[in-house]
Each structure stands twice: as C-alpha cells, then as structure tokens.
C-alpha cells in the first residue's frame, strides 16, 4: 500500500456496498386532494394564460379558479366526513403536513374566503368602459411603467390582467399548507408560496399605479425581512433540537426525546430555544399583522387594488394564526410561561394601538387596516388561553372576521368618482340618503367590526374573551373590552357621518355592480347575520376541530 493510500485512508473509510435500496417517499395523495387541487388548478392557469386567445382568458380563468376551489372544497367537506378531522387526524406527507381538526377547518375557510375574492376580483362592471370594453381594478398590462406610453396602448386596446387568477390559487395553495405545515421547513415554503403572489398582486391597481407599486414594495421588502427572521429562528431551533420536526422540537422541549452525544451538547443550551422561538414567533406575528410588526398593514391596504386588500386581509390571517395556533402548542407547550407573558404585552399594544390611530383615519381603506390590527390583538388573547377553548374560539372568530372583512372591503369597491374609488371618508358623508342600500349593508358591516349583539362580531369576541378569562387573562378582557369600546367610536361615527349628514352636490355615485360582486356582498351579510344569530352550530364545529395532532 503507497504512502498515500495510507494518508487517505486516515479520514475515509470504504463506503459498504449498497445493499439496501433508497424507500421511495410515501405521500397520501387523497388527504392532500384539497392543496393538490389548488395548485393543479393554479399550474393550468398559466398554460390558459400561455396558449388560449386574450379575448377568451377571462371567462376560462374565471371558471378555472372557482371549478378549483370548489371542487378542493368539496375534498375537504369529504376528509371531515372520513374522520380525518376527529379519530384519524394523523400527520401525512412523511411528516411534513398534519391532517387534523384545526387544519382542516383554516384550510376550508381559506378556500371559501379565496372563492368569494374571486368573484370580487372578476367584477368588471364598476368603471366605465373603456374604448368600448369592460374593466376591472387591475392594469391593463402589469409590466408596462406608470403613465407610459406602452400602458397608454395596453388600455386603448382593452387588456386585461388575467394572470391575477392563476396568482390568486397559487396564493390560496400556500395558504393551505401554511397553517397544517408540520415541520418547520414546510412552514417556511409555504410562507414564500403565498407571500410571492400577494406581493405582485398588490402592485397591479388599474388608478393610482405609482402609489399600487409603493405598496407592493414595501410590503416586499418588510415580507423579505420577516422571512428573514423566521429563516434564522428556524436555523436555530434546528441547531437546538438536531430536527425541524414540530413532534421532534417539543419532544427535545420536553426532555422525551432520546438523547445522543450531540443533542446532549445543544439541548441544554436554552438561549438556542428562546432566541429560535422569538424569531419565528415574530415571522407569524409580522403576516398577523400585530404591533410592533404591523407597520406595513394601512400603508398595503390603502395601496392595493381593493379585491386584492379585501382577500389579502381576510386570508392572510386564518393562514398565519393557525401557523401560529399550531406552533405555540404543538411544538412550544412546555415553554408557555415563557412565550404568554410576551404575547400578553403584544396583545395589549395590538388591541390599544389599533383602535386608537384607527380613531384619527381620515381614509376608509386605511381606518379598516388599523381595525383589522385591532382584531388581532382579539384574536391573540384567545390565543393566550392556552386551551382547547381557546383554540375553537379562535377558529370561529377567524371565520367570522374574515366575511365582515371581505364583505366590507366589497362595499368600498362601489362608491367611486371620477378618480375611481372615493375611499376619503368625507366623500361618505350623507351616502345614506343617495344609496340607503350599500350604505345599510356597509352599516352592518361595521357594527359587526364593533361586536354589537346579533352579528358575527359578538359571538367571535365573547367566545375568545371568554376563553381568555377562563384561561387567566381577565386584565386581557378588561382591556379588550376598553378596546372595543374605543373601536365602537369610529365605527359609529362612519355609521353619523353617512346617514345623519347632508350629502354632497358633487358626492361619488355608487356604482351597479354585476352579480359577481352582489353575491360577495351577500355572502358577507348572510354569513355575518347567521353567526350572530345562531352561532351555536358553527361554535360546536369549531370546538370538535379543536384538537392538534402530534
């Protein structure tokens, strides 16, 4: 044997011949139906958008979209029904995605929040025509700069952005993983799946390019530094527990797991763990929206084209709470004398900043931004519970915020000047008298945001409140409750300001929408109305989709 081989042999060693062949991955393509749907559905969008005439895109997208969702689903309505939300809940997709209780019902209420954005997003009725064709809220031709010439002949010849939808599944895909992603890895893909989309839909407003376009950037760059948060908060918990698997961490957390030589050296390093679940709380708690990460919200709301915010701010939250939900206690239990004084004070500055500065608003758009950053401060103390209580509470609050949300952002599409939309809320004033209607339903809208009885807003805020109070958190409530009552201020004001003020000579016109835009407006009463009336079916479901699987 040369010198040399005897070198080599100093750090390697003869591999053993490959008797045991690699196991092929093991995914249950049926549990995963709903995310597979989406994002088939997604993927022929963009063959429609590659191969199908302009002038047929529109009708073919439309029905793509809402075929997909419907049909993911009826999926998810098929895996309740099998038992995969109560006694087969389990993890599928070799550990990476759970199929439990919690999943399940986020995973649901996205789809139908994602369905209704499609109708407002493929409503075309609202401005005039232009050069003789109908018109939407996105641009003409995304890529062409602001007030060029190139966009001048994108709107002479009519375009319409069409790819908005397959961006719209593509987005709502994400969102279904996001909150039943099982390890850490998956959370952060699916993060970046619907993040991308929602970042290019926000830049593609039809009026305002320029101010669409800051929008889209800042929430771009502040989304790139959250990720980046949660990024390294992941790297640290990986070097903490040596797995990214939520089972995995919390066994570590919990001083089950099997300890090796080196879990041994790491595990015992608490800075590790704190540090970790600090940064990856703050990527969740930057998507809700919670102070001190919310500095984004009225600025992307007021910016982006309207079906874009109404979607945006109803999603977006179902998706990162159960991210959240799941993280806190699946993986991190054992540390929540730890993470609950954090999210108490996070809580209380969410509830007060968001019902103080909404106070001050002056634009309707950014005044249900900062009520929509109030809500997670409510949402949050049903979170703080610590309790399957706690978890029902918020499941059924997220769902009844999320149509009062879409519904409303629905109604601001409609009451529009010359300008397009008139989103000052001086331009309101006495739109009750011009159009009793739209300013009713708005008005229904708003006493839900305030929790008045007989609306989803009531039930959602008792159920998590109580939840709370049940848990240990009643200083939580009694600031909730001085929230609610601040909150209460201005949307009662808007309320004055549309009936009990004189209207204006030269006040916007509410424009006739399609029965697209009509059904997301009714779906949001209907839905609105029936949960504060009769929440006790609705509250009995989300309390059997209580339970986490581990």
Same mark, same amino acid.
């Given at each position: 044997m040369s010198s040399t081989g005897a070198v080599h042999s100093l750090w390697t060693t003869a591999a053993p011949l490959a008797a045991d062949k690699i196991t092929a991955p093991k995914i249950e393509y049926a549990q995963l139906a709903p995310v597979l749907?989406? *994002? !088939?559905?997604?993927?022929?969008?963009?063959?429609?958008?590659?191969?199908?005439?302009?002038?047929?895109?529109?009708?073919?997208?439309?029905?793509?979209?809402? =075929?997909?969702?419907?049909?993911?689903?009826?999926?998810?309505? /098929?895996?309740?029904?099998?038992?995969?939300? %109560?006694?087969? &809940? @389990? #993890?599928?997709?070799?550990? &990476?995605?759970?199929?439990?209780?919690?999943?399940?019902?986020?995973?649901?209420? #996205?789809?139908?929040?994602?369905?209704?954005?499609?109708? $407002?997003?493929?409503?075309?009725?609202?401005?005039?025509?232009? @050069?003789?064709? @109908? +018109?939407?809220? *996105?641009?003409?031709?995304?890529?062409?700069?602001?007030?060029?010439?190139?966009?001048?002949?994108?709107?002479?010849?009519?375009?319409? $952005?069409?790819?908005?939808?397959?961006?719209?599944?593509?987005?709502?895909?994400?969102?279904?993983?996001?909150?039943?992603?099982?390890?850490?890895?998956? =959370? *952060?893909?699916?993060?970046?799946?619907?993040?991308?989309?929602?970042?290019?839909?926000?830049?593609?407003?039809?009026?305002?390019?320029?101010?669409?376009?800051?929008? &889209?950037?800042?929430?771009?760059?502040?989304?790139?530094?959250?990720?980046?948060?949660?990024?390294?908060?992941? /790297?640290?918990?990986?070097?903490?527990?040596?797995?990214?698997?939520?089972? !995995?961490? &919390?066994?570590?957390?919990?001083?089950?797991?099997?300890?090796?030589?080196?879990?041994?050296?790491?595990?015992?390093?608490?800075?590790?763990?704190?540090?970790?679940?600090?940064?990856?709380?703050?990527?969740?708690?930057?998507?809700?929206?919670?102070?001190?990460? @919310?500095?984004?919200?009225?600025?992307?709301?007021?910016?982006?084209? %309207?079906? +874009? %915010?109404?979607?945006?701010?109803?999603?977006?939250?179902?998706a990162a709470f159960g991210a959240l939900l799941r993280l806190l206690y699946v993986v991190l239990p054992e540390l929540r004398w730890d993470w609950r004084p954090v999210l108490w004070g996070v809580a209380i500055l969410t509830m007060l900043v968001g019902a103080i500065v909404a106070v001050t608003q002056t634009d309707v758009k950014r005044l249900l931004a900062y009520s929509s950053i109030a809500h997670a401060g409510f949402i949050l103390a049903g979170v703080i519970s610590t309790s399957k209580e706690g978890v029902s509470s918020v499941l059924f609050y997220l769902a009844a915020y999320s149509f009062v949300t879409l519904g409303a952002f629905a109604v601001v599409t409609l009451v529009r000047d010359a300008g397009g939309e008139a989103t000052h809320l001086s331009r309101w004033a006495g739109l009750g008298r011009r159009s009793p209607l739209v300013a009713a339903v708005f008005a229904v809208f708003l006493l839900a945001f305030a929790g008045i009885p007989l609306t989803s807003g009531f039930a959602g805020k008792f159920a998590v409140f109580k939840a709370a109070a049940e848990g240990g958190a009643m200083p939580l409530v009694i600031v909730g409750v001085l929230s609610s009552a601040i909150a209460a201020f201005f949307y009662i004001r808007v309320i004055v300001l549309m009936f009990f003020s004189e209207p204006k000579a030269d006040g916007p016109s509410v424009a006739v929408p399609s029965p697209l835009t009509s059904t997301a407006i009714a779906i949001g009463v209907a839905v609105t109305v029936v949960l504060g009336v009769a929440p006790q079916y609705f509250l009995d479901l989300a309390n059997q989709a209580g339970t986490f699987i581990r």
């Amino acid at each position: 044997m040369s010198s040399t081989g005897a070198v080599h042999s100093l750090w390697t060693t003869a591999a053993p011949l490959a008797a045991d062949k690699i196991t092929a991955p093991k995914i249950e393509y049926a549990q995963l139906a709903p995310v597979l749907i989406v *994002f !088939g559905a997604a993927v022929l969008g963009i063959l429609v958008e590659a191969f199908l005439p302009r002038r047929a895109r529109y009708t073919a997208q439309v029905g793509l979209a809402v =075929l997909g969702m419907a049909a993911a689903f009826a999926a998810i309505v /098929a895996l309740a029904a099998g038992g995969y939300a %109560t006694t087969k &809940a @389990h #993890i599928a997709a070799m550990g &990476a995605v759970a199929v439990d209780g919690p999943a399940l019902f986020l995973q649901g209420t #996205i789809l139908l929040v994602g369905l209704v954005g499609v109708f $407002t997003f493929a409503e075309r009725r609202l401005d005039p025509k232009a @050069h003789g064709r @109908h +018109v939407d809220s *996105f641009a003409a031709q995304g890529s062409a700069v602001p007030g060029s010439e190139q966009e001048k002949d994108a709107v002479r010849a009519g375009f319409t $952005t069409t790819e908005v939808f397959p961006l719209l599944l593509f987005a709502v895909g994400g969102m279904l993983v996001f909150p039943a992603a099982n390890d850490l890895l998956t =959370l *952060f893909v699916a993060l970046e799946v619907f993040s991308l989309p929602l970042y290019l839909l926000c830049a593609l407003a039809r009026r305002r390019r320029v101010m669409s376009q800051e929008a &889209a950037v800042k929430y771009f760059l502040l989304g790139a530094f959250s990720s980046a948060f949660l990024l390294f908060g992941i /790297a640290l918990l990986y070097g903490y527990a040596g797995t990214v698997s939520y089972s !995995g961490i &919390a066994s570590v957390v919990d001083g089950t797991a099997k300890l090796t030589p080196a879990l041994a050296g790491s595990s015992g390093n608490d800075a590790l763990l704190l540090i970790g679940s600090a940064l990856v709380g703050m990527g969740l708690l930057f998507k809700v929206g919670a102070v001190p990460f @919310h500095m984004w919200t009225p600025d992307v709301y007021e910016g982006a084209p %309207t079906p +874009v %915010t109404g979607f945006m701010a109803a999603a977006t939250k179902v998706a990162a709470f159960g991210a959240l939900l799941r993280l806190l206690y699946v993986v991190l239990p054992e540390l929540r004398w730890d993470w609950r004084p954090v999210l108490w004070g996070v809580a209380i500055l969410t509830m007060l900043v968001g019902a103080i500065v909404a106070v001050t608003q002056t634009d309707v758009k950014r005044l249900l931004a900062y009520s929509s950053i109030a809500h997670a401060g409510f949402i949050l103390a049903g979170v703080i519970s610590t309790s399957k209580e706690g978890v029902s509470s918020v499941l059924f609050y997220l769902a009844a915020y999320s149509f009062v949300t879409l519904g409303a952002f629905a109604v601001v599409t409609l009451v529009r000047d010359a300008g397009g939309e008139a989103t000052h809320l001086s331009r309101w004033a006495g739109l009750g008298r011009r159009s009793p209607l739209v300013a009713a339903v708005f008005a229904v809208f708003l006493l839900a945001f305030a929790g008045i009885p007989l609306t989803s807003g009531f039930a959602g805020k008792f159920a998590v409140f109580k939840a709370a109070a049940e848990g240990g958190a009643m200083p939580l409530v009694i600031v909730g409750v001085l929230s609610s009552a601040i909150a209460a201020f201005f949307y009662i004001r808007v309320i004055v300001l549309m009936f009990f003020s004189e209207p204006k000579a030269d006040g916007p016109s509410v424009a006739v929408p399609s029965p697209l835009t009509s059904t997301a407006i009714a779906i949001g009463v209907a839905v609105t109305v029936v949960l504060g009336v009769a929440p006790q079916y609705f509250l009995d479901l989300a309390n059997q989709a209580g339970t986490f699987i581990r």
